[in-house]
């Protein structure tokens, strides 16, 4: 998840432009080794037991190498050392830059250092929670420009969104700085309600033709026309992101919560109050924007 | 596995999830389809047409899964019911059983999980 945020941390330092990032970020996510490739490489894991963790990461936000140490197919020691293979990837989305030529490998360093020092980042990735609170951490430090303190709640809602992204769309995407919002003109959008000890609205707008190539990569399959599906499509993954959101917190927190079901919005204009975020979402194919709306119900 | 003469209700307010489900349920046969998109056309389905089997979806307009869970099984208390839902939590999974619901499979659904569902059901002999 550290490329995606270093990515928007070059962009807001007008280190990059969107669209040498967008370039970056794609040619990152095809070299990006993930973790159960290293294993199969390392004979640790059989592809088919490889495959068995990927469905599972679907079904709980889990890592890799925990899941795989769960499952007792890798030991400790092995994912550390599969980790430490890999490396963090924000380093191979500056590699990219300096391939490119957008940046040089002095400004890289100064860069990674800055980046590392503004986050509390360490060089060293692992699953260990240490490693869960930095990305808490720079999940945080990302909305501090929301100017209202995210609850733990909110925390882990912004961070399976972006872990889901990253499982069922891909993760060549960078996330703008979010901001307030009182009104937005709609594109195509839907919405749900997350109900119980506390309420979150969260609506996803995006144009049609970004709506065909979210519905392609979501499916895995070629949408060519704006019909039925593509539409479902967006539905179905808002669904499923908040689904798993409520799972994660009977877990974690044994609190209930429910779910309305997903609404396609109507109006031309939405109009919040307050609460309301925008965090927009860059991919190469669009831009798809979520907005939050947080309110407390106690 | 004898599908051929099988009738099976798929309820989920998401056609793409209905389509999903089809497929894999085509990979292993062609029973007769019949679909819903709320849990209120589920109920008025069921009693038209008396499925062998049926999935459900939880989070579903106008009435949802659990509800529709109830109802079948109140007309019907020997009716075959599958919960396709994100939503597994135990809560909600408790509450499915409760209603009268017989497995549970979690979305994104995997095709093996469906494909162990029709095993148990219909598989020959």
Redesign the interface.
Known sequence: MYAQFFGNFLLSRNIVTCDQLIQAMKKKSTEHMKLGTLAIHASYMTAKEVDEIY?EQ??QDKRFGELAIKDGYLTKAQVTELLKDQGPDYLLLGQVLVEEGIIDNEQLQSLIIEYQSANELDDFVDYSEETQESIQHLVENFFVATERPLSAFEVSFLQLLFNNLIR?IGDDFTPVYPYPCTEYPTNYCVSQQILGEFSIKIFIDMTKSTAIEFASRY?GDTFDEFD??VQ??I??FL??H???F??NI??EHSV?LN????EREMTELLSFNNEGYLLPIVFPFGTIHFILVVTTSR | MILENAKILIGD?????R??LKDVILSQGSPTFFEASNGQEAIDVYKKESPDLVFLDI???VKDGNAAIREIREYDPTADIVIV???????QLKAAIEAGAKDFI???M?ADQVKRVLHTRFERG
Do not use: C, W
């Open positions: 469905i679907t079904h069922f499916v039925e599906y479902s499509s539905e179905d669904n499923l908040n689904g798993l409520n799972v009977s877990n209930e779910l309305t079901p997903p | 307010d998401s056609i793409l999830a389509k999903q989070v579903m307009p839902s994100s939503v597994g939590t135990q809560s979690q979305k994104p995997n």
